[in-house]
Nanobody
């Protein structure tokens, strides 16, 4: 019903920054929230940042002070900028969206992107 296209991953040196974008398409009536998660090798997936349809944003403590999130209105595209990168930021970053799907009853549904790899070298 909905596709999430992630872009902006790659290799970065420590101290640099990354900018990841996620664009949603498909049978979208409304997106209530878009988020970035990440999963480092051998670790569980963790929430990084959130962008709400009312413009509100939230960054998790692990990236607090280094995180900037933006999105459009109505929400369909979200961008994460992460500054002062550290090797421990190395992970596969996943876009997540909570979507009210056109023509479907039953409330919002959750969708995931395929992930984009970010590698931070010391």
């Amino acid at each position: 019903h909905v596709q999430l296209a992630e872009s902006g991953g790659g290799s970065v040196q420590a101290g640099g920054f990354l900018r990841l974008s996620c664009a949603a398409s498909g049978k979208i009536y409304r997106i209530t929230k878009m988020s970035w998660y990440r999963q480092a090798p051998g670790k569980e997936r963790e929430l990084v940042s959130e962008f709400f349809s009312d413009g509100g944003t939230r960054c998790q403590s692990s990236v607090q002070g280094r995180c900037g999130v933006s999105g459009d209105n109505p929400l369909s595209t979200m961008t994460l900028q992460l500054d002062s990168l550290k090797p421990e930021d190395t992970a596969v970053y996943y876009c997540n969206a909570i979507v009210v799907v056109l023509g479907l009853l039953g409330g919002p549904m959750e969708f995931w992107g395929d992930g984009t790899l970010v590698t931070v070298s010391a």
